[in-house]
């Protein structure tokens, strides 16, 4: 299986401050990940995939970028709605597997 | 407007077999264009994708559960299954069906709210 491995765990933010997570694969995955958001209570939902492509209905303060092995999702003004755990997740190779998130908190 | 929802019983008991079902509605299940998938989520385990399913039947399984794992669709009742035998505490878990573009299948377009499973006696 493909380890994704994510950093930091968690980070303390505030609003308006650049975040940037990364997530890296155990072996090249070329452009296969995806990221998604999940809130309390909530399902995972669909920010990023194929690295850099911005689901429809996104922010666009939200980008990704990387290739190979290693990933960062940036949120470029970080809002009040975005506090929540971010996952990475390979869709190169069956099983698809994902990151253990990062928590993002004020 | 796409809906996905789980069911199924709230609680297993150990060394039997979990089954839910994902009912969907306002999207086709025949569509030749998605799969169907489930994946769960435990605080042990993260995010798991355990499989998924085309409406032609066509099945595709986590090799980490496949040995315990059927997954079946029912066009008919716009419906599909999974089933997960011999359970043990380690397969409590919130449980999540989700549509997925045949085009890019390992993305999980759309998920359902989830069902809590727990496996207790």
């Known amino acids: 299986d493909i380890q994704m491995t994510q950093s930091p765990s968690s980070l303390s933010a505030s609003v308006g401050d650049r975040v940037t997570i990364t997530c890296r694969a155990s072996?090249?995955?070329?452009?296969?990940l995806n990221w998604y958001q999940q809130k309390p209570g909530n399902a995972p939902h669909l920010l990023i995939y194929?690295?850099?492509s911005l689901q429809s209905g996104v922010p666009s303060r939200f980008s990704g970028s990387g290739s190979g092995t290693d990933f960062t999702l940036t949120i470029s003004s970080l809002q009040p709605e975005d506090f929540a755990t971010y996952y990475c997740?390979?869709?190169?190779?069956?099983?698809?597997?994902f990151g253990q998130g990062t928590k993002v908190e004020i | 407007q796409l809906q996905l929802h789980e069911s199924g019983p709230g609680l297993v008991k150990p060394s039997e077999t979990l089954s839910l079902t994902c009912t969907v509605s306002?999207?086709?299940?025949?569509?030749?264009?998605?799969?169907w998938g489930w994946i769960r989520q435990s605080p042990g385990k993260g995010l798991e994708w355990i499989a998924s399913?085309?409406?032609?039947?066509?099945?595709y399984y986590n090799p980490s559960l496949k040995s315990r794992v059927i997954v079946s669709v029912d066009t008919s009742q716009s419906q599909f299954s999974l089933r997960l035998s011999s359970v043990t505490a380690a397969d409590s878990a919130v449980y999540y069906c989700?549509?997925?573009?045949?085009?890019?299948?390992?993305?999980?377009?759309?998920w359902g709210q989830g069902t809590l499973v727990t496996v207790s006696s």
């Open positions: 989700a549509r997925q573009p045949r085009a890019t299948a390992g993305i999980f377009l759309f």
């Open positions: 306002g999207g086709s299940i025949n569509s030749t264009n998605h799969y």
């Open positions: 399913i085309y409406f032609s039947g066509t099945a």
């Open positions: 072996q090249s995955i070329s452009k296969f």
């Open positions: 194929a690295s850099s």
């Open positions: 997740q390979q869709s190169h190779t069956t099983p698809w597997t």
